[in-house]
């Protein structure tokens, strides 16, 4: 069965530092595409990076780059220069792309609760 | 472009009544989704429409739960006899079956039920 751990409830960076977020994932699926969204107080959940199983390099958007190491299974989203306004929650997701219903249905982990000090 | 809506933003009722909450996705996509978040978890998926059919339903929607997706365009989520367990917010996403399928999610509806 797809499942997605984070297993860190909550982060702390300096401000200007970079960060990184852990995701861990478990699928049967050959294909499958990554995701990492940010959600902040406002409660809104806003698309940050993506990265397609079959992707040869690492994604990149910005600020935001995603350490893919397939054989690990393991999706870490990294932040760079960290700024007050990323504090938020960070949900890593998976959606398979040839899976039985092929619904495009995200799995969530838990999130990783992010906090940049000044 | 306005992104997607939801309607409305926060709804308190007490137990035992009947809900409904209206999503209006980004105009040209043709796939919509339900998902559930409680407090402090992920949000959960609850159902999934492509155009107005609905290809998915979750074990986690209660015959309780009903949705729909008229047309095509808009959708609707209707809870009856509401329990305090219901209490979540619910969003909303749209995506468009092409590339990598980002879904855009909307900002929400908070349930409150007392």
């Known amino acids: 069965a797809q499942k997605i751990t984070q297993t860190q ?14 995701c861990t994932y478990d699928t049967s699926d050959p294909s499958y595409g990554l995701f990492w969204y940010k959600q902040p107080s406002s409660g809104e959940m806003i698309f ?6 079959y992707d040869q390099q690492n994604a990149t958007e910005g ?3 995603l350490n893919f190491q397939k054989a690990r299974k393991s999706a870490n989203l990294v932040i760079s220069a960290s700024q007050l306004g990323d504090s938020a929650m960070y949900f ?5 792309l040839h899976g ?9 982990g838990q999130g990783t609760t992010l906090q940049v000090k000044p | 472009d306005t992104g997607v809506s939801q309607d409305p933003r926060h709804k308190i009722t007490k137990r035992g009544q009947n809900v409904t909450f209206r999503c209006d996705p980004i105009s040209e996509h043709n796939r919509l989704y339900w998902y559930r978040q409680t407090l402090g978890q992920g949000p959960e998926f609850l159902t999934y429409f492509q155009n107005e059919a609905q290809l ?7 015959d309780r739960f009903s949705a729909e997706r008229p047309k095509g365009s808009f959708s609707t989520l209707e809870i009856q006899r509401t ?3 219901d209490s979540a ?26």
Do not use: H, W
Not at chain 1, 9 to 22: H, I, N, R
Not at chain 2, 92 to 110: I, M, N
């Open chain 2, 83 to 85: 329990e305090q367990g």
């Open chain 1, 92 to 96: 890593c997701a998976m959606r398979e």
């Open chain 1, 48 to 53: 940050l990076i993506y990265q397609g199983s």
């Open chain 2, 89 to 114: 917010m619910y969003l909303c996403a749209s995506s468009l079956t092409s590339g990598r399928d980002e879904q855009f999610f909307g900002p929400g509806t908070r349930l409150t039920v007392l």
């Open chain 1, 9 to 22: 409830p909550g982060m702390f960076v300096q401000e200007k530092e970079a960060v990184t977020l852990d």
């Open chain 1, 100 to 108: 039985s219903s092929n619904t495009g249905k995200l799995i969530f």
């Open chain 1, 63 to 65: 600020r935001y780059s």
């Open chain 2, 56 to 62: 998915e339903k979750s074990r986690l929607l209660s």
